[in-house]
């Protein structure tokens, strides 16, 4: 079981990676990105505090954090619009501990079963899982990519031709641990990225003026902005709690709240897109406007890793199949320890 | 999100056992609870019932012991309450003394006025009303007008309450009134004060209305020269609307603004079996009612630690009411008329008729998205 940090800690990390990428990130960035541009400078300083192995336990060179602390990082990430692939690495360089494998330095890049490669051609290594839960530690130089386009978040992916010879093979607890992984990494940028959204609408409903007052100042606009505030806040609580049960009873066991938080942000993210963009109106319609570098990026990841309606037969599927009587008992003891899944 | 804080809580320790106790309990006593029963459950009234609860320890279970409280913490409080809505128990003749009239009475009440009342709201044997909304006043509350004018030993009510849930069937209510009136309309919150009104008082006459369903849920209150002693005032003279509006942070706080209408997910479930598009929305539903869950308890944690979460209230009443609201019709959509059983049916056109008043009792939608706005910033 990974542990957790307290909250202490937990509140310096966050303040950290905040710090980072409020000093060095920004719209520039993620249109650099876009444009196939790898972040050298903020990835040289995320390693330098540490970042891309935080995940790995402490026996090989990690800092041992669990899940809820990666979902703390991973939020001020998305609200930053994840300019570099951290939470791949982070997930990466965690999968590659849990299957006993020692993580590299560098940008570890992950590879799941059918999904594109964020970065793959950076990547000084690859994780590659299979569905059956083996991973594979491959040098990235041996790895033949092709471009993975037409993502409607335009970040850099690829996907692997051939990926040659692994260098280390190992197993992970359960075979849904990674796809879980990577569900709860792009619930929690999710939950980020609308958080931005949302400050950047308020702020200009509070600006923008129109027959004589703010925008804000109308409560058609004002219900709007809640609503989307509170999807906001449905997002970030439910990626956190699907942290916390990673962290307590595995990530292969965790799908009923990794799996949640998926379908929760996945459908905060459209519908609080689309406030935003209504209360931008016209201007954040625009390409210049960086409105879109965020709701952009929300439709990528709420497809990444199974959609809302994937998760939500899975969740459906397993609640059937055990009855409306175990229905409300199965829900209270998830997080009384005597869960099942 | 400025301000706005969900902090993740466990249920306690305790809350195995505490489960177990209820689930064994709720099972024998809702063994003849009809569909309608549970479709009202928290806005239904069953004395009987309540007693029950008391007897048990159920019912002010974080109070002080000096007046039969259980001194218990406020999360396996919230562990009790869960249980009982999930069940669709008919907990509305202890619900709103043990949410808010007591506490209400505990923090600002007189010795005297604990020492009288505490004790039987624990046993389940005295039921509270909420005298708020007046027949001119509904959201805009503090511009209400039911005025309470000194007289000697006491006060004289004159006016109208409406929309009382239960109140033909309670003891007392808590009845915010005008007992100063300004002539400026911008200081409408001043001049208001709480008072413990005897709802079979000289002077009060109660008509109950009938609800949509064809129930007698709520009413219309009359008080014609009605007399309260000096000693029923509730906390300062003026300072009603401070204390009214704290008050709601608890009202707002509950579980059963999510889980209302939960007994009928329940009950419907096993009918959804062959139905193709159920899993989805089925999952739908349960990511939505894991996750309000979680910010429910993360407002009952606030409220342990002494925290007034009145706006993080705010937001998961409104979500919740949301997800409330959206699961009948979701159900609807799914359940096949022909062969759904009769009680499950009912439940759903009970569900259908109720789920209208979740957005409206307690705040409406429009109102507490308002609060959220302003908690954001817009003005």
């Known amino acids: 079981m990974a542990g957790d940090a307290d909250e202490g800690l937990r509140g310096i990390l966050i303040e950290q990676v905040d710090r980072l990428l409020s000093d060095a990130a920004g719209p520039a960035v993620l249109r650099a990105a876009e444009r196939g541009e790898w972040p050298e400078a903020l990835w040289a300083e995320a390693e330098a505090l540490g970042l891309p192995l935080a995940l790995a336990p402490e026996a090989m060179g990690g800092a041992g954090l669990g899940w809820e602390d990666a979902v703390a990082v991973w939020q001020v990430l998305g609200r930053h619009g994840a300019p570099l692939p951290l939470a791949h690495g982070m997930a990466a360089a965690a999968l590659l501990g849990l299957a006993d494998i020692e993580p590299p330095a560098g940008f570890i890049a992950l590879a799941l079963p ?7 051609r950076r990547a000084g290594h690859v994780a590659a899982v299979d569905g059956a839960g083996q991973v594979a530690l491959h040098d990235g130089a041996g790895v033949e990519w092709r471009r993975s386009e037409g993502a409607i978040s335009r970040e850099p992916a690829d996907r692997a031709a051939s990926f040659g010879a692994p260098l280390r093979t190992g197993r992970l607890p359960g075979a849904e641990a990674a796809r879980n992984a990577g569900a709860l990494l792009h619930a929690a940028l999710i939950a980020g990225a609308l958080e931005a959204a949302l400050d950047m609408a308020v702020d200009y409903a509070n600006t923008r003026k129109q027959f004589g007052r703010p925008i804000g100042a109308f409560q058609a606009v004002q219900q709007q902005l809640a609503v989307c505030a509170s999807e906001a806040a449905a997002a970030a609580v439910a990626a956190a709690a699907a942290g916390r049960a990673a962290d307590r009873r595995g990530l292969d066991d965790a799908g009923f709240e990794i799996g949640s938080a998926k379908v929760v942000a996945g459908e905060a993210a459209g519908t609080g897109a689309a406030i935003a963009h209504q209360v931008f109106a016209a201007i954040g319609f625009t390409d210049d406007h960086p409105l879109h570098l965020f709701t952009r990026r929300m439709w990528s990841w709420r497809d990444a890793c199974g959609a809302e309606r994937v998760w939500a037969r899975r969740i459906g599927e397993a609640a059937l199949a055990r009855g409306g009587d175990a229905l409300w008992p199965d829900l209270t003891a998830r997080n009384e320890g005597r869960g099942n899944a | 999100m400025p301000g706005l804080r969900f902090d993740l809580r466990d249920t306690p320790p305790e809350a195995p056992a505490l489960r177990a106790e209820l689930r064994a309990f709720l099972a024998e006593a809702g063994r003849d609870w009809s569909p309608r029963v549970r479709a009202y459950s928290w806005m239904g009234f069953d004395r009987e019932f309540s007693r029950e609860v008391g007897k048990r320890g159920w019912i002010g279970m974080t109070w002080p012991a000096a007046y039969g409280g259980g001194e218990r913490t406020a999360m396996e409080r919230y562990v009790v309450l869960e249980e009982m809505l999930a069940a669709g128990a008919p907990v509305g003749a202890h619900w709103i003394g043990d949410r808010q009239s007591g506490p209400l009475i505990l923090r600002l009440g007189t010795e005297e006025q604990r020492r009288e009342f505490i004790p039987r ?7 509270f009303a909420i005298g708020l909304s007046e027949p001119d006043s509904g959201s805009d509350l503090a511009s209400l007008r039911t005025k309470a004018e000194r007289v000697p030993g006491g006060w004289r009510i004159n006016g109208r309450k409406v929309w009382t849930t239960n109140a033909h069937r309670c ?3 808590i009845a915010l009134l005008r007992t100063s009136s300004s002539p400026d309309p911008k200081q409408k919150h001043q001049g208001l004060s709480q008072f413990l009104v005897d709802c079979r008082a000289s002077g009060i006459s109660i008509r109950p209305i009938l609800d949509l369903a064809g129930e007698e849920g709520f009413n219309e209150i009359t008080f014609d020269d009605v007399f309260v002693p000096d000693s029923l005032l509730v906390g300062k003279e003026g300072a009603g609307w401070e204390q009214a509006t704290a008050e709601l942070a608890f009202e707002r706080a509950g ?4 889980l209302s209408s939960l007994p009928l997910l329940t009950a419907a479930l096993d009918d959804l079996r062959d139905e193709p598009a159920a899993p989805e929305a089925v999952g739908r539903l349960l990511a939505r009612a894991g996750t309000l869950r979680q910010m429910s308890l993360a407002v009952a944690g606030m409220l342990q630690e002494g925290i007034t979460p009145a706006r993080e209230a705010a937001l998961v009443k409104d979500a919740g009411n949301d997800f409330e609201q959206a699961l009948p019709e979701r159900l609807r959509d799914l359940l096949d008329p022909i062969r759904t059983p009769p009680a499950v049916q009912e439940m759903l056109a009970d569900m259908t008729m ?8 307690g705040g409406t ?9 302003r908690q954001l910033g817009l003005r």
């Open chain 1, 114 to 120: 059918n999904e594109p490669v964020a970065w793959g």
């Open chain 2, 255 to 258: 579980p059963e603004r999510y």
């Open chain 2, 365 to 373: 939608r429009e109102i507490l998205r308002g609060i959220i706005a």
């Open chain 2, 354 to 361: 109720v789920a209208r008043s979740y957005s409206l009792r």
């Open chain 2, 171 to 173: 003891d007392f209510m």
């Open chain 2, 121 to 127: 709201i624990v046993a389940g044997e005295l039921a």
